[in-house]
């Protein structure tokens, strides 16, 4: 059989993103435990000011702490995985130069609100991930990862029934909100659910191997505010603003 000339040459890149508190951590912690032991890893993290993401995957003893490095953005975590990638594309060479080849390279965003998109300069395919305990209705207010998103995880399901969501409900408006593309409602105690999501994660890197997967771009930015902001009027966010710490909560 002649070789596949157009596979890529280096690892996917699955770009993790959603808002503050959905489980990002927590969902790379349980692919790393069922996938690290058939197929190579690395795992890049997103926060503004501290490296607390990363540490607690080392901490979780998923993979070599090494293969886990923090990218620390000072600014919106919009920034670092939409605006200028420059630093994770840097930390992903970085990785695969030390230990590559790699097969897949998983890149957490640093929490924000629904607008949250990576570039596809930086991925190949990006999950975006909500929780039950955000509340039933927020499926329903789409956005762009939410709507166009490669997947849409529905996190900690098992929480569902003392938040009082409709774990079942919430995954098929889902599915409406995003056409028929793929939804996973996850739960790191269900191991169905996780196999769902690992299958998933499996067939993606199959096809990119093929050479014939053309990452997704999700859209521009969704016009939001900004706390406190006294217009009405939405306005596109381009970050040309001064980088500050309260700058990170955005009111989607």
């Known amino acids: 059989m002649p070789e596949n000339t157009t596979a890529p040459a280096r690892a996917m890149r699955l770009g993790v993103a959603g808002p503050v508190g959905t489980g990002k951590s927590s969902l790379i912690a349980t692919l790393c435990r069922a996938l690290s032991g058939e197929l ?118 098992d929480l569902g029934v003392h938040v009082g969501v409709d774990v079942e409900r919430m995954t098929r408006e889902g599915r409406s909100v995003r056409q028929g593309a793929p939804v996973v409602a996850l739960s790191r105690h269900d191991e169905a659910s996780v196999r769902t999501l690992t299958g998933w994660v499996r067939d993606t890197l199959a096809h990119y191997r093929t050479g014939e997967h053309t990452p997704v771009d999700p859209g521009p930015m969704a016009p939001h505010f900004h706390t406190g902001q006294d217009s009405e009027e939405p306005h596109l966010h381009t970050h040309a603003h001064d980088q500050d710490p309260a700058h990170a909560g955005h009111s989607a």
């Open 40 to 157: 190579r890893l690395g795992v890049i993290t997103n926060d503004i000011y501290t490296d607390e993401d990363a540490r607690f995957l080392r901490s979780a003893g998923v993979l070599d702490p090494e293969r886990i490095r923090p990218v620390e953005t000072g600014a919106c975590p919009h920034t670092a995985i939409r605006d200028d990638v420059t630093a994770n594309l840097l930390a992903a060479e970085d990785l695969e130069a030390d230990f590559g080849p790699l097969d897949l390279v998983i890149i957490e965003s640093g929490g924000d609100n629904l607008t949250a998109t990576f570039s596809p300069a930086l991925v190949d395919a990006q999950v975006f991930v909500l929780d039950v305990a955000g509340g039933g209705d927020v499926v329903r207010k789409g956005g762009p990862g939410i709507a166009r998103a490669d997947l849409l995880v529905i996190n900690k399901t």
